[in-house]
């Protein structure tokens, strides 16, 4: 069975837990860090993001704590989701050297065409 790769979503939050565990505010700050500024996750989104992460195995509940009166969840990479993780950044890397390899290839000249009207 081939394996999909992994929506953008998905592994900038795995990517944001790969180095400690983080809360869900956490990791809304470090998808943008990692994308630049480019992704702004929403909370609706994270949350639902993770409870599908729960569910696949790929995250676990680290802590729990009451926080102003609320609960805040620290989530981890499972060793399950370090292994997806590593394999779709293995994956990325080696489209990432064909492309660049096809990059410096220099395009060979097209023959000019001598079709019948041709001095």
Do not use: W
């Not at 592994?11 to 500024?37: F, K, M, N, V, W």
């Not at 676990?60 to 990479?77: C, K, W």
């Amino acid at each position: 069975m081939v394996e999909r790769s992994m929506q953008e979503p998905t592994l900038l939050l795995l990517t944001a837990l790969a180095d400690a565990p983080r809360h869900g505010y956490a990791l809304i700050q470090e998808i943008a860090a990692i994308s630049a500024g480019r992704v702004t996750m929403r909370t609706g989104t994270l949350y639902g993001a993770l409870e599908r992460l729960l569910g696949q195995g790929l995250i676990r509940v680290e802590s729990e704590e009451i926080v102003d009166g609320r609960a805040r969840r620290s989530y981890a990479l499972t060793d399950s989701g370090r292994q997806a993780l590593a394999a779709e950044a293995d994956r990325l890397r080696a489209v990432a050297t064909e492309a660049q390899r096809r990059l410096s290839i220099r395009p060979r000249p097209r023959p000019q065409n001598r079709g019948a009207f041709a001095s």
